[in-house]
């Protein structure tokens, strides 16, 4: 039987060549996912510099934001004006370290930090939010 293909089961062994193709291919799509999932990894770091979070929304603008994170109508006693222009990422997530907002006092940082703790899915700034969230960043 020299020169014919042995069998180990149900798949012919053909002496390595279609398994060293197999390999070559494998070794390949790995250099192609490594090349795809870097840039991606790139854009995400980026996108959380220069994300921004309006403090509150648009829709609520000129409310104020109670100590608690709530939004509340402007002039409600306790409560801070929002930000004058959206937060930037870096601010942001410092302040969710326990620093304070450039230009805001302790306690309106506290306030406004607490009305980013509370955003959810579909609000302005959430996505912003979650991104600063995420492990390693």
């Known amino acids: 039987m020299a020169g014919q293909d042995e069998f180990d089961g149900a798949k012919p ?3 390595g060549i279609a ?9 390949g799509l790995g250099v192609a996912a490594v090349v795809t999932i870097r ?9 959380v510099l220069t994300c921004q979070i309006p403090v509150p929304d648009s829709g609520r603008a000129g409310s104020y934001i109670a100590p608690d994170g709530s939004v ?7 409560a801070f004006p ?3 222009a959206p937060l930037k990422g870096p601010d942001v997530k410092a302040a ?6 450039p230009s805001a006092d302790p306690a309106q940082s506290q306030a406004w930090t607490n009305y980013i703790r ?5 609000q302005s700034g959430f996505t912003c939010y979650a991104s600063l969230q995420t492990p390693g960043r």
């Open 39 to 47: 840039p991606a990894i790139a854009q995400a770091a980026t996108s």
């Open 13 to 15: 062994v053909t002496g």
């Open 96 to 101: 969710l370290g326990g620093r304070s907002f």
């Open 72 to 78: 509340v109508p402007s002039g409600t006693a306790g």
């Open 82 to 84: 929002g930000a004058s």
């Open 118 to 122: 509370r955003l959810q899915h579909g």
């Open 19 to 27: 398994d060293r193709r197999q390999l070559l291919r494998l070794g």
